[in-house]
């Protein structure tokens, strides 16, 4: 919550009026995030026993929160010309790390937030992802 309260702080490009990819990555990275929780806390896809198998809702959850990811992505890429996705591929390998390759939730997330961190900071100087020097 604190970050949301830094937004309009931080985003300069706001208050100029222009496009500012990486916070509408953020966002809709936020809302991935709390649809997949959404899911998760529904039990989607668990059965209609009275303890859903865990495994089952991880993966129904995951493949959910990959589909919406991907169509997110293909329609930014494709009509606002958006090409930075970092916060996005952050949520969608944490889906998919927790959902089909069996890590728990937690280790998932903190590959997810570490991967993000990692895009962050390489994406602040395109020379250097280009193979430039600086």
């Known amino acids: ?17 222009q ?7 953020l966002g809709v990275a936020a809302i991935l995030f709390i649809g997949l929780l959404t899911l998760k806390a529904w039990d989607i896809g668990g059965g209609a026993a009275a303890q ?9 959850c995951a493949l959910w929160t990959l589909v919406a990811g991907f169509a997110a992505t293909v329609l ?5 010309r958006h090409t930075w996705f970092v916060f996005t591929g952050a949520v969608l390998l944490q889906a998919a790390l927790h959902g089909f390759a069996g890590f ?7 590959i997810g937030a570490l991967t993000a961190a990692t895009g962050v900071v390489l994406s602040r100087d ?6 430039k020097p600086p």
Not at 52 to 60: E, F, G, K
Not at 104 to 110: I, P
């Open 1 to 17: 919550m604190g970050i949301w309260a830094l937004v309009p702080w931080l985003d300069r490009r706001a208050s100029r009026e």
């Open 126 to 131: 395109r020379s250097t992802l280009a193979g």
């Open 19 to 25: 496009a500012s990819p990486a916070f509408t990555d």
């Open 52 to 60: 859903p198998d865990v495994r089952a809702v991880a993966r129904a």
């Open 104 to 110: 728990s939730y937690l280790g998932a997330s903190a």
């Open 76 to 80: 930014r890429f494709a009509f606002l």
